[in-house]
């Protein structure tokens, strides 16, 4: 007996849409690798930069949905390139989640007052970076 088609598959003539991009930015290949890795098993499409000014002119060219960015890169650091990222006109819109080793009440307070949208701390839970990509991605939308 055949079986019907899935919901996910059923569409009526319209492509569906292509997942958010999401650029992620650190100067650790290892955390890089491993972010990239867990962001395309969870279906996104990814881009990458080791350093902030890369980053910056990536956020600029690509517009992905999200910035992952570490707050300690060579170039630019990821404070400063969130700060850029909402100054600018063409991405002021980004939302912008700080991955960090930098855990003090005070660093993660400056990374909100930069204008970060989520701040999650080094080690973290792979599980819980997926959670909080879908929820600032569902808040954009």
């Known amino acids: 007996m055949p079986v019907p088609p899935s919901p996910a598959t059923v569409w009526d003539g319209v492509r569906p849409?292509?997942?958010p991009s999401i650029l992620v930015a650190d100067d650790d290949e290892d955390i890089l690798d491993l972010?990239?890795?867990?962001l395309r098993g969870a279906g996104?499409?990814?881009?990458t930069a080791s350093d902030g000014l890369t980053a910056l002119d990536l956020a600029e060219r690509e517009r992905p949905?999200?910035?992952?960015?570490?707050?300690?890169?060579p170039g630019l650091d990821g404070l400063t390139v969130c700060h850029a990222i909402h100054r600018s006109a063409a991405t002021w819109d980004i939302p912008v989640l700080i991955l960090s080793a930098r855990a003090r009440p005070y660093d993660i307070d400056l990374g909100f007052a930069i204008g970060a949208d989520d701040y999650l701390t080094k080690p973290f839970s792979p599980t819980e970076l997926l959670q909080r990509v879908e929820s600032l991605l569902t808040a954009g939308k």
């Open 35 to 38: 972010v990239a890795f867990k």
């Open 17 to 19: 849409p292509a997942p």
């Open 44 to 47: 996104y499409r990814t881009i």
């Open 65 to 73: 949905g999200l910035m992952i960015l570490d707050v300690s890169m």
